[in-house]
């Protein structure tokens, strides 16, 4: 087989490469959960205490969701919790939505109100510089959103998913992150914690990134989660109760849908990437070191990851996101860039950090992208499709879900 198919923004593009061997690497993938019921079960079941005996009837409450960059069915998890909320005796009008959005950019009201749907009005975006600090983690002082801070309850959705760093996200990180300040990002994301060997993808024991964003979740006061996880069919598992305890629950579930055992080594990867994390670099980039620095790169010493990404952001617009930008696009190679942010860099530039790791080795083609030339200018190379990308006879691997595909 040569032709195949990869997500584009909301829709497909269509590959051919007739000159070349291609492998598919397709995970179990699981089926699918309809979300609302699987809710309602969850909350009616949790992985310990439930809602109506954590919060009382007079609480405010804070519920921390996830922002445009995650897949979460946020809209219907609110709603399922709002429901559960009323039955312990606490009302919508006790109840404020914080996006969690770490440092990206604020969701406009029209995304609001598509993620939300009639509860958009309670939500507010968080902003990293209106933060009080709660506790502290290996010295790192751990700042929360003011408004969740002065809630009597937190609690959060989540997307528990292969992740860089944590191994899976979700749980106590959509708090401490999502709704906390520029401190804890810094600590979290240096290079001496992403240097680490325990900080790897798909790992959760011995992970120190891990085990440092469980700790300030309890500081953020978040006994409560209700996560989803997901792959290419769609939500495969809903778990609610405490974070830890939710987030090891889903990534089991994970592992077993979406791990594929890889055997060889190939000239290039080929990895979908797709709506919403196409739509900027930063986001995108994350396949790309998803492949290189899992716990099975699969390329040769000169093989090349290849991404179509409509990129229709460019490198992205939050505060994060242009750090990502100023570092790649200022260095002179990935050699030198990743020697000059060892010494350290500000929060949210983690990402430029772990794309130069991965760029020391191998090169980086995008494609297909409404922004080549920030692509180029990011130490990567830009092509106008994925066969331009391609060297012919290329032993090529297809990793159609990059974001959701565990290379063993």
Same mark, same amino acid.
């Given at each position: 087989m040569s032709a195949f198919e990869l997500p584009f923004g909301d829709g497909i593009v269509s590959v051919d490469l007739p000159d070349c061997s291609v492998t598919v690497a397709e995970p179990a993938g699981g089926e699918a959960v309809e979300v609302r019921p699987a809710a309602e079960a969850a909350l009616a079941d949790p992985l310990g205490p439930d809602l109506k005996t954590l919060v009382d009837p007079d609480d405010t409450v804070a519920i921390v969701v996830t922002d445009i960059t995650r897949a979460t069915p946020d809209g219907v998890l609110v709603d399922a919790m709002l429901s559960e909320l009323e039955r312990t005796g606490v009302y919508r009008e006790q109840v404020t939505v914080?996006?969690?959005?770490?440092?990206?950019?604020?969701?406009?009201d029209d995304e609001l109100e598509a993620m939300? *749907?009639?509860?958009?009005? /309670?939500? $507010?975006? +968080?902003? %990293?510089?209106?933060t009080v600090e709660v506790g502290s983690v290996a010295g790192t002082p751990v700042e929360l959103n003011r408004t969740v801070a002065r809630a009597d309850r937190v609690l959060a959705t989540g997307m528990v998913e292969p992740h860089q760093y944590a191994g899976f996200s979700g749980g106590g990180k959509t708090v401490a992150i999502g709704a906390g300040g520029e401190s804890?990002?810094?600590?979290?994301?240096?290079?001496?914690?992403?240097?680490?060997?325990?900080?790897?993808?798909?790992?959760?024991?011995?992970?120190?990134?891990?085990?440092?964003?469980d700790a300030a979740g309890e500081a953020c *006061?978040?006994?409560?989660? /209700?996560? $989803?996880? +997901?792959? %290419?069919?769609?939500?495969?598992?809903?778990?609610?109760?405490?974070?830890k305890r939710v987030v090891r629950s889903l990534a089991d579930s994970a592992k077993a849908a979406l791990s594929v055992s890889v055997d060889g080594e190939y000239d290039a990867v080929v990895g979908?990437?797709?709506?919403?994390?196409?739509?900027?670099?930063?986001?995108?980039?994350?396949?790309?070191?998803?492949?290189?620095?899992?716990?099975?790169?699969?390329?040769?010493?000169?093989?090349?990851?290849?991404?179509p990404a409509r990129l229709q952001e460019g490198a992205g617009?939050?505060?994060g996101e242009q750090r990502f930008y100023e570092w790649l696009s200022g260095a002179e190679s990935a050699e030198q860039l990743y020697e000059t942010m060892r010494s350290g860099y500000?929060?949210?530039a983690q990402r430029a950090f772990v794309v130069a790791r991965a760029l020391r080795d191998h090169d980086v083609y995008i494609t297909n992208s409404e922004s080549p030339d920030i692509v180029e200018e990011c130490l990567m190379s830009a092509s106008d499709s994925v066969d331009d990308a391609i060297e012919?006879?290329?032993?090529v691997l297809v990793v159609p879900d990059a974001l959701n595909t565990l290379l063993v």
């Open positions: 914080v996006v969690g959005l770490g440092l990206h950019r604020p969701m406009t939300l *749907g009639e509860h958009a009005d /309670l939500a $507010v975006n +968080h902003d %990293p510089d209106d804890l990002i810094r600590y979290t994301h240096g290079p001496d914690m992403l240097s680490d060997d325990g900080v790897r993808l798909g790992s959760i024991d011995g992970n120190p990134f891990r085990d440092a964003i *006061g978040v006994e409560f989660c /209700l996560n $989803v996880t +997901h792959g %290419p069919p769609g939500i495969l598992d809903v778990a609610a109760g405490a974070p979908g990437v797709g709506a919403p994390k196409d739509a900027n670099l930063y986001q995108t980039t994350r396949a790309a070191t998803y492949i290189l620095l899992g716990a099975n790169n699969p390329l040769r010493d000169d093989g090349r990851v290849v991404l617009e939050g505060r500000e929060a949210g012919p006879g290329s032993d």
